[in-house]
């Protein structure tokens, strides 16, 4: 880890040190409580009964064998909803909470039973008769894409409550959203380019594997519902919840425990309106607990196709992109035209073109409903348009870290139409990722090194609310909505809290969500947390530090600013007084506390957070791999990233953020890959065959630079990291590869692909040469 | 998706094994670490009501040489194996082979007998033993049977055992002065794609037996007669030799197409690993020979 610049010296009591994770000790000694560890009394457990078939008809459902088994408490199917409208879903409210005559993915549940154990619920599956009617399959996005394709949904697109996407076009097709942009005339550019490059592309779907399944319990009272889940926006599912089941948000109270990871895959709402639903039935609490297997049916990243193509000049100016991509949503949209329009945005790369053309697609297929996932859109484009940036380099013979010096866009330079100029130095971000891999070093054969840059629309929306709570033996408590998901997150908002009151980091308490008592946040993703939850804190911070301040001028018969503050006192000519004593003070006795709100919010004092999006998070990397042509195998050496993070809360989770992220962004370059046969059917739903980034997998060197330009508009200066790398790493690692000699196109990098277009330019190169 | 269910035996010979496995039947199956059999039944390929644990048959779990055999229990995990002092003076290339195979925790309690007699086509072990010659012995307490290694398997999770009937050790031959083992093995998912094992002894500095087996990319190793063609070679002639031998290794084997990849990706594996894995054979081989074989 390098620090670009250093810390401000003597002002700093908890920001910008790498103080102890305040959940590292009870995670590692077993402790800490994740959703699977909770048990409200009654509770039973349910299993769920999931559809073979990627488009049926349900035909029948005999549940009455079920029923009767010892032990079973309830079962649900769609005929238990005819009361509730029973549609959800993020961007579209397209889902059914469980099938309702009609299946759409090989997975969707169609029923759930709650029994007394795990193990009465999973054999009563087997009890339940239902008799499908197979439909024709659209399985794959040519398949979808096609004139006479089968459709997915039919009917009016009905959009999600709180979806941020404004007036959402019809549905076209198996075409459900559709994100686009232009500026200049892109056809003439194009025309009288001297360089065009052009291709097709594929990613692939991916897993976002974490950890801990998806996890939920729910209670379903009659007039209340509590849910506790292992959800990263508790306050968008409590909106869903009680829009389903016609409850006031009020009634309905979400409880988030820690988080095994989530990286978006427990984003938005998951198992919660089917765990509900089954609970409504039973009377009972009632626990669903994914399988691996289960959960990667219920969320996954979109595969996409591409076309892509850019023009530039004889002397290596960026002149034109036109972008058309087609993302594949799965059976429902869940959050897939969000990252539609973020694949559109991240799509022209951060550079001063003179005419660009955005065309971007939300396409439904048969297949298990695609959403969130760390560095969405980023990382299915950057790749494409950075390898595009790189071959314009190899053809007009220009070194590929100039050709990105002389078109980066500037600070306050125009991403697109309407949004927020560039909030960063992208040739400073650019240049340390390339020293970090010595660029321009001399190199064997079959290495090459890839850099690449681009920029994700960070933030989402910016509302979030923070209470700080100062009690009178001094201790504080911080309640923020902000999930801890392993990233840690609690440990930078108590440092954020601590370094306002300038008190040890160790005195401050943040904790977990729980939507009866904790301030509203919009989510948990989209890099925001420290950036937009953490401002609320600060400002909560600050206002418990003027009401102490207030009371010291009364006490000390001094003016404000005459007043100072640190280690936790207020001191005023020579003499100090504890926080403990001015909260004891002020209320007498034993003492009340001090409490102080703080919320951000689009427009309002907070002014950065007026333009969209909040910030641009720099999506910067670099790699150096190594090729064995005669197997296809590549090994990715040493890679660097840049944490343009304004300025860094605790640079050690900074650090560790851009490692996990190096990882991942690993197993989506190199081999993750979920494959859906013709049938709709997911060929490889286990770990054993799904392979995942292991410590095998590590590359021999990781660095992380950490840029501190305090150019964020998140507490002292602050925006967040730890998506940028996973949308980086992929296009630094074929950007490498084409340097060593072999351009790929479609995602991952197995080995058995590469070999095959090393087949390709050797039949290629030879027939040229004819 | 998870495990149902049964009814654990815990005998302690392999008669009372045998005769468990006999008297249950087709509702019944030897376990030995589980590795295989346990994931099986979660995914639901298998199912039975009666499991054999053979751990306690303490017969299974001897590891010792005689004269210049290695006698491996088949209840002997592959950790125990690997990390034998035993196995790694007298035969370091059986103890590297493990090294690499799947994970600390699947060796720390998957067996070799487990990895032979689930017989999945991509094994490394089943591939190395096939080149040694081993031989597997099968017994059912009361009689016994020897097979060689390269036979026991005759099918994707098929073998040669008879109902009841336990793979009670597998013996090989130490490698001697002279000899040079390799494995090679490319992987792209959790189990081997491709494996090559290559033994070859050289003497007088050439090469005087010579023995391939190509494992992973069939339903069951192939032990090719294609290794032949190095015999009587000397240093000059191993570039040579070896490109041509390993071009026609990829001609006899015939891989199956799979999640791992295509017929012809494979074939171009299995030329490139053999190739690899003979020079690697042959330098170790001349490097040890009058050097007691023990190979770096
Ligand atoms: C994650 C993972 C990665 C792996 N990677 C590799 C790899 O890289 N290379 C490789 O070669 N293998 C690999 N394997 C396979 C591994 O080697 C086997 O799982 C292990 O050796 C099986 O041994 P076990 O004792 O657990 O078998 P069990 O599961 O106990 O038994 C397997 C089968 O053999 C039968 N059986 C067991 N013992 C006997 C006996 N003594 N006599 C008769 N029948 C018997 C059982 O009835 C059962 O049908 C991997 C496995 C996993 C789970």
């Known amino acids: 880890m390098t620090r670009l610049s250093d810390p401000p010296?003597?002002?700093a009591t908890a920001v910008g040190l790498s103080v102890e994770r305040v959940d590292a000790r009870d995670k590692l000694a077993g402790k800490a409580e994740f959703t699977v560890d909770l048990h409200p009394p009654f509770m039973l457990y349910g299993s769920v009964l999931r559809s073979p078939y990627a488009h049926a008809v349900i035909e029948g459902i005999d549940t009455s064998a079920a029923e009767a088994t010892d032990g079973v408490v309830a079962v649900l199917t769609g005929d238990d909803l005819a009361d509730i409208d029973p549609y959800y879903g993020h961007a579209l409210r397209d889902r059914p909470v469980v099938a309702i005559g009609k299946v759409r993915f090989a997975g969707e549940p169609v029923a759930v039973v709650a029994a007394v154990t795990q193990s009465v619920a999973d054999a009563a599956l087997a009890s339940i008769e239902v008799t499908y009617g197979t439909l024709e399959v659209a399985a794959s996005l040519d398949a979808a894409l096609a004139p006479d394709a089968p459709l997915v949904h039919e009917g009016a697109v009905r959009p999600g409550l709180a979806h941020g996407l404004g007036a959402l076009p019809e549905r076209e097709g198996n075409i459900c959203y559709r994100y686009g942009f232009a500026r200049g005339d892109t056809e003439s550019v194009f025309e009288s380019a001297p360089v065009v490059v052009e291709g097709d592309y594929l990613f692939p779907a991916v897993y976002q594997y974490s950890m801990e399944t998806h996890t939920t319990i729910a209670h379903h009272?009659?007039?209340?519902?509590?849910?506790?889940?292992?959800?990263?926006?508790?306050?968008?599912?409590?909106?869903?919840?009680?829009?389903?089941?016609?409850?006031?948000?009020?009634?309905?109270?979400?409880?988030?425990?820690?988080?095994?990871?989530?990286?978006?895959?427990?984003?938005?709402?998951?198992?919660?309106?089917?765990?509900?639903?089954?609970?409504?039935?039973?009377?009972?609490?009632?626990?669903?607990?994914?399988?691996?297997?289960?959960?990667?049916?219920?969320?996954?990243?979109?595969?996409?196709?591409?076309?892509?193509?850019?023009?530039?000049?004889?002397?290596?100016?960026?002149?034109?992109?036109?972008?058309?991509?087609?993302?594949?949503?799965?059976?429902?949209?869940?959050?897939?035209?969000?990252?539609?329009?973020t694949a559109g945005d991240?799509?022209?790369?951060?550079?001063?073109?003179?005419?660009?053309?955005?065309?971007?697609?939300?396409?439904?297929?048969?297949?298990?409903?695609?959403?969130?996932?760390?560095?969405?859109?980023?990382?299915?484009?950057?790749?494409?348009?950075?390898?595009?940036?790189?071959?314009?380099?190899?053809?007009?013979?220009?070194?590929?870290?100039?050709?990105?010096?002389?078109?980066?866009?500037?600070?306050?330079?125009?991403?697109?139409?309407?949004?927020?100029?560039?909030?960063?130095?992208?040739?400073?971000?650019?240049?340390?990722?390339?020293?970090?891999?010595?660029?321009?070093?001399?190199?064997?054969?079959?290495?090459?090194?890839?850099?690449?840059?681009?920029?994700?629309?960070?933030?989402?929306?910016?509302?979030?609310?923070?209470?700080?709570?100062?009690?009178?033996?001094g201790g504080v408590t911080v309640l923020v909505g902000t999930t801890e998901l392993g990233q840690g997150s609690r440990t930078a908002m108590g440092q954020i809290a601590a370094e306002v009151l300038k008190i040890d980091s160790s005195r401050v308490r943040t904790m977990g969500t729980d939507t009866a008592y904790t301030p509203y946040d919009r989510s948990t993703g989209a890099s925001r947390s420290t950036t937009v939850a953490g401002k609320a804190v600060e400002e909560a911070a600050l206002s418990v530090l003027d009401a102490l301040l207030e009371t010291a001028e009364e006490i000390l018969g001094v003016d404000r600013a005459e007043l100072t503050v640190a280690g936790g006192a207020v001191e005023a000519g020579g003499q100090a007084i504890a926080y403990q004593e001015l909260v004891q003070r002020r209320f007498g006795l034993a003492g009340g506390e001090l409490v102080g709100h703080g919320r951000v919010q689009p427009r309002g004092k907070s002014g950065g957070f007026a333009d969209g999006p909040v910030f641009w998070e720099i999506c910067a990397a670099g790699a150096e791999v190594e090729l064995d042509p005669e197997t296809g195998i590549v090994t990715v050496l040493r890679t660097s990233s840049v944490a343009d993070v304004g300025r860094a809360i605790n640079p050690q989770l900074v650090e560790s953020q851009d490692e996990g992220g190096t990882l991942q962004g690993l197993g989506n370059a190199l081999f993750e890959e979920m494959r859906f046969d013709a049938s709709g059917t997911l060929l490889n739903d286990t770990l054993l065959d799904y392979r995942i980034p292991s410590f095998e997998d590590l590359p021999a060197a990781m660095s992380c630079t950490i840029v501190e330009n305090a150019d964020g508009p998140g507490p002292f200066g602050a925006k967040g990291c730890g998506e940028g790398v996973l949308a980086g790493l992929p296009a630094a690692i074929v950007n490498a590869l084409a340097d060593a000699g072999v351009a790929m196109r479609e995602l991952p990098l197995t080995p058995e692909r590469v070999w095959n277009q090393i087949r390709k330019q050797r039949i290629d190169g030879a027939s040229s040469k004819d | 998706m998870k495990l149902p269910p049964f009814e654990v035996h815990r005998p302690t010979s392999?008669?009372?094994?045998?005769?468990?496995?006999?008297?249950?039947?087709?509702?019944?199956?030897?376990?030995?670490?589980?590795?295989?059999?346990?994931?099986?039944?979660?995914?639901?390929?298998?199912?039975?009501?009666?499991?054999?644990?053979?751990?306690?048959?303490?017969?299974?779990?001897?590891?010792?040489?005689?004269?210049?055999?290695?006698?491996?229990?088949?209840?002997?995990?592959?950790?125990?194996?690997?990390?034998?002092?035993?196995?790694?003076?007298?035969?370091?290339?059986?103890?590297?082979?493990?090294?690499?195979?799947?994970?600390?925790?699947?060796?720390?309690?998957?067996?070799?007998?487990?990895?032979?007699?689930?017989?999945?086509?991509?094994?490394?072990?089943?591939?190395?033993?096939?080149?040694?010659?081993?031989?597997?012995?099968?017994?059912?307490g009361a009689s016994s049977r020897r097979v060689p290694v390269e036979g026991f398997s005759v099918g994707p999770y098929e073998t040669v055992l008879a109902p009841g009937e336990l793979l009670t050790g597998v013996e090989l031959r130490l490698p001697g002065p002279g000899?040079?083992?390799?494995?090679?093995?490319?992987?792209?998912?959790?189990?081997?794609?491709?494996?090559?094992?290559?033994?070859?002894?050289?003497?007088?500095?050439?090469?005087?037996?010579?023995?391939?087996?190509?494992?992973?990319?069939?339903?069951?190793?192939?032990?090719?007669?294609?290794?032949?063609?190095?015999?009587?070679?000397?240093?000059?002639?191993?570039?040579?030799?070896v490109a041509r031998c390993s071009a026609a290794t990829a001609e006899a084997v015939e891989p199956v197409a799979d999640a791992d990849g295509a017929v012809g990706y494979k074939s171009a594996l299995v030329e490139v690993l053999a190739r690899r894995g003979l020079h690697r054979a042959l330098e170790l081989a001349a490097g040890s020979a009058g050097a007691g074989g023990v190979a770096p």
Not at chain 1, 268 to 284: C, D, H, N, Q, W
Not at chain 2, 20 to 28: F, S
Request: net charge neutral; hydrophobic share 40%.
């Open chain 1, 9 to 11: 010296v003597g002002t």
């Open chain 1, 221 to 341: 009272k009659g007039d209340d519902i509590v849910v506790w889940s292992s959800c990263q926006h508790p306050f968008l599912v409590r909106q869903e919840i009680s829009e389903l089941f016609g409850l006031p948000l009020d009634r309905v109270e979400v409880i988030v425990p820690f988080l095994g990871g989530g990286f978006g895959s427990k984003s938005y709402t998951k198992m919660e309106p089917l765990t509900v639903a089954i609970s409504r039935k039973a009377g009972r609490p009632v626990r669903i607990l994914n399988r691996v297997d289960e959960s990667m049916v219920t969320t996954r990243r979109h595969n996409m196709k591409c076309r892509m193509r850019t023009a530039a000049g004889a002397d290596g100016e960026l002149l034109g992109r036109e972008v058309e991509l087609w993302l594949d949503t799965g059976a429902y949209a869940d959050n897939g035209p969000r990252v539609t329009a």
């Open chain 1, 346 to 473: 991240a799509a022209p790369g951060p550079y001063g073109w003179k005419a660009m053309d955005v065309r971007a697609h939300c396409v439904y297929t048969n297949t298990g409903p695609s959403g969130s996932y760390r560095a969405f859109g980023s990382t299915h484009v950057q790749w494409i348009g950075e390898s595009q940036v790189d071959e314009v380099a190899r053809r007009v013979g220009m070194d590929r870290l100039e050709i990105r010096r002389r078109n980066l866009l500037p600070r306050g330079g125009e991403v697109r139409p309407g949004a927020k100029g560039v909030d960063a130095d992208l040739v400073g971000d650019i240049e340390a990722v390339a020293a970090a891999i010595d660029w321009g070093a001399e190199r064997p054969p079959n290495r090459g090194v890839g850099i690449s840059i681009g920029l994700l629309a960070a933030g989402a929306h910016p509302v979030s609310m923070a209470t700080v709570r100062l009690g009178p033996d």
């Open chain 2, 14 to 140: 392999v008669e009372d094994a045998s005769r468990l496995l006999t008297e249950l039947g087709d509702d019944a199956v030897a376990m030995s670490g589980g590795t295989e059999l346990l994931l099986a039944m979660k995914l639901g390929l298998a199912s039975y009501g009666h499991v054999v644990d053979l751990k306690r048959v303490g017969a299974l779990r001897s590891l010792e040489v005689s004269g210049d055999v290695l006698s491996v229990g088949g209840g002997v995990t592959h950790r125990e194996l690997e990390t034998s002092p035993l196995v790694r003076s007298l035969f370091p290339a059986l103890s590297s082979m493990l090294a690499d195979v799947a994970n600390l925790r699947v060796r720390s309690v998957g067996t070799l007998g487990g990895n032979l007699c689930f017989a999945d086509p991509h094994s490394d072990p089943a591939t190395f033993l096939a080149a040694m010659g081993a031989v597997a012995v099968l017994g059912s």
């Open chain 2, 179 to 241: 000899t040079g083992v390799s494995h090679v093995r490319m992987k792209t998912h959790e189990r081997p794609t491709v494996t090559v094992t290559s033994r070859v002894e050289v003497a007088g500095g050439v090469v005087t037996s010579a023995r391939l087996a190509v494992g992973s990319v069939c339903s069951v190793p192939v032990v090719t007669d294609t290794a032949s063609s190095l015999l009587g070679s000397a240093r000059e002639d191993w570039e040579e030799r």
